[in-house]
C-alpha cells in the first residue's frame, strides 16, 4: 500500500531532488568532504546534524559584541545577551507543539532530565516507580537510576523496564498501556523517549500520557531523537515536562544548549520543588538581588545560570533554516526519504539485511535502523571508506537517518548502492 511508485535509479532519485520544494536548503549547510574534494553522503543527523552556513557568521558577530560592548552587550547588543534565550521558545513553538511560555533552553539533555526529575519524580512510599523502555540510550538509564538511588530507592526494585514481547523488535502500545494498570498503585514517573535511539520506533505519546496520567503517575519524555524529526503536540499531548538536545536534528552544533518543557498547569506553582538559580527568577526584579526567590512565570523558572550565548549561536542560524522550511513540509518530505531508503533496501537482493525500525511511518521518524546479519564494525569502516557517514551500534546495526532539511534522495539512492557493493550483492 504504497502511495508513492518508487523506481530503483539513478535518474529517478535526481528527478525527485529536482521538484523537491526543500531543495535549496542543502545548500546552506556545509558538508563534510572526501579526499577528492566530492561531498561525504552524510546520513547521520540522528547524532550530529550538519553545520548551517550562517552559523560561522553569527559567531564571528557575537564575538565582536563581547569585543566592542563588553558587558554592555547584555543591554546594547542588536539582540540582547539578557532576553538572548527567549526567541528561541518562540521558534521551538511549532516545533515541539508547546506554547512559547512552556519551553526554555539551557543546559545540556541529561542536565535537564535531572532537573525535570527534581521536581516531577517524588517518590512516596508507596508510590515510587520509575518506568523507561528497556534498552533506552544509557544516559537516560544511569539518569533514572541515579534519581532512585538518591531517594534511598534500590533501582532494582524502583526500576520498571518495559520489554518487546519474545521475538519482537518494538513495544507495542496496548503493552506498555498494561504494565501501567498492572503497577498502576506503585509508579511514580512515566519517563520514556519519544523515539528509541537503537531501534527508531516512536512512541505513541498521546495514550501513553493519557495511561499515566490516569493511573496518577507524572509523565515525561526524552525527546532527543523526537524533537524537529516528528510531529510533537506537547501542549495538547498534556505530559508535565520533555527535554532535548539540539544537536541531532536540529543541527545547532556539539553539545549545544538544550531543551526543556514544563506543561502550562505546572507553571507559577509555588509547591513544586525546583533545583534554583538567580537565571529563574522573574526577570522585572532579578536585578534587585532580592534575597528570596521568585520564579519566572514561565519555564524559564527552571534555569538556573545566566545564558551561555556563544554555545547558543548556531540555533539561531538553524532554528531560522527550521522554521523557514516549516514541519509540514519537513515531514512530508521526510516520510518519502525514509520510504525511498526502506523501498531500495527492500530491493536488495540478500537476506541478511532486515529493518528493526516500524514499517508504519506514523511509528518512526526519518531513522532506519538496519541490521545486517553476520556484519561487524568492518562493514561500517567499508562504508566510510566509499564516502558514507551513518551511524554503528553493536552488535550488527547501522543506523541511516535521511535529514529532511538537508538530504537528497540521490545521497539515499547512492548510499545504498554503497551498501550493495561493501556487501558484494
Ligand atoms: C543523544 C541522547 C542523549 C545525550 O545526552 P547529553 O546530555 O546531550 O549528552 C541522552 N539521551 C538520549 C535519549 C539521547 O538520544
Redesign the pocket.
Known amino acids: 500500500m504504497q502511495e508513492v511508485q518508487f523506481e530503483d535509479a539513478l535518474d529517478y532519485a535526481k528527478a525527485q531532488d529536482v521538484s523537491d520544494p526543500l531543495a535549496h536548503f542543502r545548500p546552506q549547510f556545509h558538508f563534510p568532504k572526501q579526499a577528492d574534494g566530492s561531498p561525504i553522503i552524510y546520513l547521520c543527523g540522528n547524532s550530529l546534524g550538519l553545520q548551517p552556513r550562517l552559523a560561522q557568521q553569527l559567531m564571528q558577530d557575537e564575538m565582536d559584541v563581547w569585543k566592542e560592548l563588553a558587558v554592555e552587550g547584555h543591554f546594547k547588543a542588536e539582540r540582547p545577551w539578557m532576553t538572548y534565550h527567549e526567541e528561541f521558545s518562540r521558534q521551538l513553538s511549532p516545533i515541539v507543539g508547546a506554547l512559547p511560555k512552556e519551553i526554555t533552553v539551557m543546559n545540556?539533555?541529561?542536565?535537564n532530565l535531572h532537573l525535570m526529575m527534581v521536581s516531577f519524580y517524588r517518590p512516596t512510599k508507596s508510590r515510587y516507580k520509575i518506568v523507561i523502555e528497556g534498552g533506552?540510550?544509557p544516559?537516560?538509564k544511569y539518569a533514572v537510576d541515579s534519581q532512585l538511588r538518591f531517594h534511598g530507592i534500590d533501582p532494582q526494585d524502583g526500576l520498571i523496564q518495559l520489554r518487546p514481547r519474545m521475538g519482537e523488535d518494538h513495544l507495542r502500545t496496548e503493552d506498555i498501556l498494561q504494565a501501567l494498570e498492572r503497577e498502576k498503585d506503585s509508579i511514580a514517573l512515566v519517563m520514556l523517549?519519544g523515539i528509541n535511539?537503537y531501534t527508531g520506533q516512536c512512541f505513541d505519546m498521546k495514550s501513553i500520557t493519557k495511561k499515566g496520567h490516569e493511573i496518577g503517575a507524572m509523565v515525561g519524555f526524552?525527546l532527543?531523537?523526537a524533537a524537529g524529526n516528528v510531529r510533537l503536540q506537547l501542549h495538547d499531548w498534556g505530559m508535565d515536562f520533555a527535554v532535548w538536545?539540539h544537536y541531532?536534528y536540529l543541527n545547532s552544533g556539539p553539545?549545544c544548549i538544550?531543551g526543556a518543557f514544563v506543561h502550562e498547569r505546572h507553571l507559577n506553582r509555588k509547591d513544586l520543588p525546583r533545583f534554583e538559580g538567580w537565571w529563574g527568577h522573574h526577570k522585572e526584579s532579578r536585578f534587585k538581588m532580592p534575597a528570596t526567590f521568585e520564579p519566572a512565570p514561565n519555564a524559564d523558572a527552571w534555569q538556573i545560570s545566566n545564558a551561555p550565548i556563544l554555545a547558543m549561536v548556531p540555533m539561531r542560524a538553524s532554528l531560522a533554516l527550521f522554521n523557514e522550511a516549516g514541519m509540514d513540509r519537513l515531514l512530508a518530505k521526510s516520510k518519502k526519504l525514509t520510504a525511498y531508503l526502506e523501498f531500495l533496501l527492500n530491493q536488495l537482493p540478500t537476506d541478511r539485511i532486515r529493518i528493526l525500525t516500524p514499517k508504519d511511518p506514523k511509528d518512526r521518524g526519518a531513522q532506519l535502523s538496519i541490521q545486517v546479519k553476520g556484519a561487524d564494525r568492518s562493514l561500517f569502516d567499508d562504508l566510510v571508506k566509499n564516502g558514507v557517514i551513518g551511524d554503528w551500534r553493536e552488535p550488527d546495526v547501522i543506523r541511516i537517518s535521511p535529514a529532511p532539511i538537508y538530504n537528497s534522495f540521490e545521497d539515499v539512492y547512492r548510499m545504498v548502492q554503497i551498501l550493495k557493493k561493501c556487501l558484494q550483492l
Open positions: 545540556t539533555l541529561s542536565v533506552a540510550f544516559s537516560d523517549s535511539y526524552d532527543a531523537h538536545c541531532k553539545g538544550a
